[in-house]
């Protein structure tokens, strides 16, 4: 079982189109059934439902500067919630949660950057209702 994700759409299609030929490759040369592919997509790159929005970045960006955080942007692929909700038509840019040594055993976060964070999603929903 394999998990495949790109940042590029073309590339996540290309790693999609080889595991295909290496199953045929595999069969020919092994026999028929000896190895069988079914793809089953998880979540796409949010960047191309974020792209046409990109007023959603520089709103996180404001409501950051706003509560005394330095933006730190770096494109990602998109994490499952993000990506799942913006291509089901909801942007959803991920932001910054305060955490550290993700998906490791000394996964935290630490109190003060969770308040941080509130700070910031109080910030995000004034901006927002503000907007027009």
Known sequence: MYIIRDHNTDKYKSRCELLEKSAEWINDRYGAGTA??????????????IEPVMWVIE???DAMLAVGITPVTKPIRGGTDGARLSWQGLPTPNLFTGGMNFHGRYECIPTFAMEKAVEVLIKLVELGSQRK
């Open 36 to 49: 069988t592919i079914e793809l089953k997509e998880q979540y796409r790159n949010m960047r191309e439902k």
């Open 59 to 61: 709103m996180a960006r």
